[in-house]
Each structure stands twice: as C-alpha cells, then as structure tokens.
C-alpha cells in the first residue's frame, strides 16, 4: 500500500468517524430532551411512541459510531483496510 492509499483511507475513516460521532451526539441530546421533557415522570401514550422512536435512532446512532470507531482503529493500529475501501 501506497503511503498516498493510506492517507486517502485514513482520511475517509477519520470523515466516517466525525460523521458519525455528529450523529451520535445529535441523536443523544434528542433523547435526552425527550425523556427530560416528561415532568410527572409518567409520559402520555404518544410520548411513549416519541421516546421508542428516538431511543431507537440513539441506538443506531450508537452502533453506527462504534463502528466507525472500530475501522479507524483497526486502519490505524492493524493497518486492516475495510472491504469497501479497497
């Protein structure tokens, strides 16, 4: 591998990793919002439905970081290239 093929992979994990740290962050300060936004600590049948639906986001906004995380460190200590930047 080309020290220029190991900048432009670094380059585009480390984009995959701000990208989805963003995501992360956005989609943790909603639910946060959300699940704060209850004062009697009961929710209305609809904030049910409000707080799944953005629990749901948060946990794949999750997952998404964790695994960018996981190729920018393996690219970064393994030096393994991940299929799709091949």
């Known amino acids: 591998m080309s020290p220029a093929d190991v900048d432009r992979i670094e380059r ?3 984009a995959e990793l701000e990208r989805t740290q963003i995501a992360y962050q956005t989609e943790l300060k909603k639910f946060s919002s959300i699940t704060q936004d209850i004062p009697s600590g009961i929710p209305h049948p609809d ?3 409000r ?3 953005a629990g749901n986001s948060y946990h794949r906004a999750l997952a998404d970081y964790m695994r ?3 190729r920018f460190n393996d ?3 393994k030096r393994i290239v991940p299929d799709d930047l091949h």
């Open 68 to 70: 960018a995380l996981k």
């Open 12 to 14: 585009l994990l480390h």
């Open 47 to 49: 904030g049910l439905m």
């Open 75 to 77: 690219f970064l200590v």
């Open 51 to 53: 707080i799944e639906q």
